[in-house]
Structures are given as structure tokens and as C-alpha cells.
């Protein structure tokens, strides 16, 4: 007799994220009645990369549709890097813009941690500046980058305490891998970050309640590297031909996270899908934080908004 395994929970970031939208849109609401401050998010583009086009895109729509002053600066490929800085000085002086956010990748001319360097810390709504890296590092409040942040919401939402937790991180970007282990670290998990020249991925892996892929390679964590029961959330947003092979020779294309989602869902107990999972919650916790920075600029606890 072969022994039953249920198959994961479906953790559904995209519902999550709607109902965290819903809830920044009311609190903003609110702070705009009470205290006249309505948020404001400025998103900086250069060039015309085309997915960087779609995101700000929707970062823009959703900014709108939760009730909040959205601006987009589009600028040319060709802008100079004084042209951008003084861009952003204008943004830090501007009362009305409570977050900004330049949209990454910079084209290869401009230097770009000297960019995100000149964004005020307390308008830094990715959580990339310097000063929000020590910040949470130290367990300061600071602005904490949106991705992580969304993924730590959807872990708490389906697991409440993760304290004694084993935690493995599969990539160590500064954008979700770093930050996410300190912000799992935070909540008393033991954490291990793997990258390429990790020894023995498949079976550090196997040590994890909590496993969450980073890395942007399509598929990379088998069904077999997964801890029975265990946690799986799924960053990845990688394209990879379609499926059918005919559709795959004019071009089609599926995304897929950095999890082979149909083995892992046969051994994980919750299991974020891509896409709706972990992607829906980057942009909810873009307003998320730039209502946390209207709150801070105007002398306000900001509402409870997470899990
Ligand atoms: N490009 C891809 N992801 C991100 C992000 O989270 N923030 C910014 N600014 N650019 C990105």
C-alpha cells in the first residue's frame, strides 16, 4: 500500500493582496479625512524596457485605484545621471510625494546605488536605501522591501507564529533574499540562505518548514528537495516557452516560478502558485508603504495593515 499524501494548500497572495489593497485604501481614506494628507507615490522609469514598462504600469493603477496621488516620470534612455538626481531631489523636497520608487534596472550609464542613494530613507518605498538596510538589520521601523514584506504577510496569514521555525532562503539578492532573512530572523526563525556555491542544495532544502525560492530560474527546486508538510513560497516569475510545442515555435510563452509546482504540491503542505501567489503582494506592499510614509511625514501611527 503506498501512503496517501494530501496534496498543499494553495496559498492565494492574489486574494491576500486585493483584500491588503482594500484595507491601505480605507486607512488612506481615513488619514486624508482626519489629518488632510492624501499619500503620494512618484514612480521613476528610464527607458523602455518593456516588462519594467508593464510593472510601473500597474504600480500606477493601483496607486489610483486605492484613492492615492500616483505620478509616473517616464525619461528617455539617454538621461543623464544628473538629470535623474535632480529629478529625485525635487521628489524628497516635494510635501505631496510621500514615497518614491525608481523602477530597476537603470540603463548601464547611470551608477545605480548612487540613484538610490539620493532618495530620502523616509521616502524609500522599495526599502533599498543604505539606512532601511540597517534599519531592519537592527530591528529599527524603517521602510522594509515590498516583496519580502508581502511574503512574510502570506506566511504569518497561514501559519501564524513562525518562531523555531526552520527557515531556508534559496537566494541571496538584496531586493528578497537578504532582507527576507532578517525579516524571518525577526520573527525568531532559524534561517539558512543558500546560493550558487551552497554545497548540497537538495538536501539543506529537505531541513526547511519554511522554503522560499529566489533565485529566477525557472523550475530549479524539485518536488523531491521539499519537506513533507513543509511551506513552499514561490518568487520566481520566470518566462519559459508554452507547453505546446506548436504554440512554443510561434513564440508563446507560460511563466513559472523557481519551484517545479507540479511535484511540490504533492509533497508541501502549503505552496504559493505563480502566477497569483507572492506577485500580487509586491505591489499591495508598495502602498502599503507609502501610506506608512504618509502616516510617518505627518506625525501619525500608521493603522495595523499586515497579518
Ligand atoms: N525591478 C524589479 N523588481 C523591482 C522592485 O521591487 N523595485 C524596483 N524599484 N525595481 C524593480
Redo the contacts with the bound molecule.
Sequence with gaps: MTAETARATLIDGKAYAAALVDRVAAASARLETAHGVKPGLA?VIVGEDP??QI?VRNKGETTQRAGMRSDTHRLADSTNQEDLLALIAALNADAGIHGI?????LPAHIDSAAV?GAIDPDKDV?G?HVVNVGRLAVGLPGLV???PLGCLMLLKDALGDLSGLNAVIVGRSN?VGKPMAQLLLGESCTVTVAHSRTRDLPDLCRTADILVAAVGRPEMVRGDWIKPGATVIDVGINRVPSRDTVKALEGKTRVVGDVAFDEAIEVAGRITPVPGGVGPM?IAC?LANTYTAACRAAGVTPEELGA
Excluded at 101 to 105: H, M, R, S
Design positions: 514612480v516588462a519594467s510593472y520608487l525608481v523602477q530597476l534596472p538610490l522599495d533599498f522591501p515590498c516583496t531586493i509586491t508598495l
